[in-house]
Nanobody
Framework: QVQLVQSGGGLVQAGGSLRLSCTTS????????MGWFRQAPGKGREVVAA????????YVADSTKGRFTISRDNVENTVYLQMNNLKPEDTAVYYC????????????WGQGTQVTVSS
């Protein structure tokens, strides 16, 4: 089992920045990928960014490229999503998720955190 606890988020004006954190515990060594997803009202969940736990190679969705950065802290077992130049269309509930080694899907999810960007 892997537990994910999120922090960060909130209300920010367009053009502002926020940082989301996702701290892992439990069998964190079994994680292959960590991802950030978001779900806006009335829309499906979409991947925002992902990072390979071991190699640190990253993926960032085209909609957030150049504005969002994903990173991880070895010591704290924490993954961050730095969000800059936020836009109203970034408003959503953001979730972190973990894909274990040997699995083809994200199996563990954080509790979600609201990000609201005002125009």
């Amino acid at each position: 089992q892997v537990q994910l606890v999120q922090s960060g988020g909130g209300l920010v004006q367009a053009g502002g920045s926020l940082r989301l954190s996702c701290t892992t515990s439990g069998r964190a060594f079994s994680v292959l990928l960590m991802g950030w997803f978001r779900q806006a009202p009335g829309k499906g969940r979409e991947v925002v960014a992902a990072i390979n736990w071991s190699t640190r190679s990253t993926y960032v969705a085209d909609s957030t490229k150049g504005r969002f950065t994903i990173s991880r802290d070895n010591v704290e077992n924490t993954v961050y999503l730095q969000m800059n130049n936020l836009k109203p269309e970034d408003t959503a509930v953001y979730y972190c998720a973990a894909q274990p080694r040997g699995s083809s899907r994200y199996e563990y999810w954080g509790q979600g955190t609201q990000v609201t960007v005002s125009s």
